[in-house]
């Protein structure tokens, strides 16, 4: 195939940069055998030679961030100060599993009921695809490859659309970081052509980041083939604000948590429960707070809050959505659906009812829905009451409410009284729509491994 699918169009300004051919069939099916003939080597060097050269992986992660980082905010509109993040949260990711690696790996003995020896050994599985989206073209690359070229399998990855110059970026230093030939390769494949990957025998396990009706069509290809998926698919996380001692900081905090990435993280605040007694003063200093954010082209300043969303056609998106939300009974206290291109500023809708659209939706942009809660169990209620289950917020001042509530909550992750504090060492993963599976901290580097067992019985054959 020779169509131009993937292309650089800045969103700031909607002009076209770049763009750049799918890979041909034949060029898709050489990355493939780069990447089976890889693992054969890249497998078998020593733990140290990989430590190596992923801690240089995260060296000119570094080095590079200003290019880096500009790149992202061309590709995607993020704000470069939050770009600059990006790539330094990068960086600690790939040091974190080289630094990790030894004790990761080693082997995890068992104590046989019978004489003898028995522990579980940990081995890379193959060649693996990474099928990756738009919003964090390095960190959610990182957080697949860091610990998977650890392991010693070996990487095809294939970016969004949108991404292609970034993801050269990242081709470029593992290559240059002494990552072996094939064992990281970027290929710019159509969906039909992944189809075709996923199928193929020799590669041994998926993930993927990105709409659960994507997700869903790749388990299902997956599952046909026998191969172990790892799936990341959105949410709609709830902030419940249940008691705090600093509503200003809470509020800051809610701020923070909505306008993230341009209000398009997966795992951003989207639904804002708040108790009775303090949510019509958290509302009104919440819409404040956003009333006075505009979104603003990156170029005029590093550090702005808010830039365009990713696209024109994600703002157009978004825009149905608010409207829908309005037809069906919502409020505006804040915005509305029109947008200036791909500008959308902060939206705040109230009255949203389960028999409104929004009710289920996921909003990937800057818009907050804002409910009114009487206690801890409505606030759980309405929390659990959606087909997404990844993140969650809860501010209380009541250290045994807080441990309660967070057991209460469906999701993979709880946060307790901070936004904003994912980190190298902390799993992230969802249940329910939003997933399955971990990436990052310990349980990261479990997924795409051969935990086999090695039993002997003479207890001194292999001590």
């Known amino acids: 195939m020779s169509t131009s699918t993937y292309a650089v169009t800045n969103p700031a300004t909607g002009e076209k940069l770049a763009e750049y051919p799918a890979i041909q069939d034949a060029a898709l ?48 509109g993020k704000p470069l100060e939050q770009s600059l993040g990006e790539v330094d949260f990068s960086a600690d990711i790939y040091d974190y599993y080289a630094d990790h690696a030894e004790a990761f790996l080693a082997d995890d003995p068992i104590e046989p009921a019978n004489p003898g020896t028995a522990f579980v050994r940990k081995a890379s599985l193959g060649p693996l695809l990474g099928i990756m989206p738009w919003n964090f073209p390095y960190y959610q690359v990182a957080r697949f490859a860091g610990p998977n070229l650890i392991i010693g399998n070996t990487i095809l990855l294939k970016p969004a659309l949108q991404c292609p110059e970034s993801a050269q970026q990242i081709e470029d230093i593992m290559a240059e970081a002494g990552v072996i030939d094939g064992a990281y390769v970027s290929v710019l494949a159509t969906h039909e052509q992944i189809e075709s990957v996923v199928a193929d025998p020799r590669v041994r396990g998926v993930s993927l980041t990105g709409s659960a009706r994507a997700g869903a069509a790749v388990a299902a290809l997956a599952g046909q083939h026998v191969k172990k998926v790892v ?74 809050a808010l830039g365009p969303l990713s696209s024109l056609s994600a703002a157009e998106l978004l825009s149905d ?62 929390a659990n009451d959606t087909e997404y289950g990844l993140g969650s917020y809860l501010f209380t001042t009541d250290r045994a409410q807080a441990l ?60």
Request: hydrophobic share 40%; glycine share 8%.
């Open 231 to 304: 799936l990341e698919l959105g949410g709609s996380d709830p902030f419940i604000l249940l008691s705090t001692d600093d509503l200003d900081a809470t509020v800051e905090a809610a701020v923070a948590a909505r306008l993230d990435n341009n209000g398009q993280s997966c795992n951003g605040a989207k639904r804002f429960l708040i108790v009775d007694d303090l949510y019509d003063e958290f509302l009104r200093r919440f819409v404040a707070a956003l009333s006075d954010v505009h979104a603003q082209n990156p170029a005029v300043a590093p550090d702005i």
């Open 321 to 382: 959505q608010v409207q829908r939300a309005l037809d069906q009974g919502a409020t505006a206290v804040l915005g509305g659906p029109e947008h200036r291109g791909a500008y959308f500023d902060p939206t705040v809708l109230t009255g949203v009812t389960p028999q409104n659209d929004a009710y289920r939706e996921e909003f990937f942009g800057p818009v907050a829905q804002v409910y009114r809660v009487s206690d801890e169990d409505e606030a759980v209620q309405i």
């Open 29 to 76: 099916a050489e990355a493939i055998s780069r990447a089976t003939e890889a693992h054969a080597r890249w497998s078998t060097t020593s733990i140290a030679e990989r430590v190596q050269a992923i801690h240089r992986v995260a060296a000119l992660h570094r080095e590079r961030r200003d290019r880096l980082a500009e790149i992202a905010t061309r590709e995607m």
């Open 404 to 463: 309660r509530v967070a057991d209460r909550i469906d999701a993979g992750m709880v946060y307790i009284n901070e936004v904003g504090a994912d980190s190298a060492e902390l799993s992230f993963g969802g249940v329910k729509g939003s997933g399955n599976g971990r990436e990052l901290g310990s349980l990261g580097i479990q997924e795409f491994v051969n935990k086999k067992l090695i039993r002997s019985g003479d207890a001194d054959l292999l001590s």
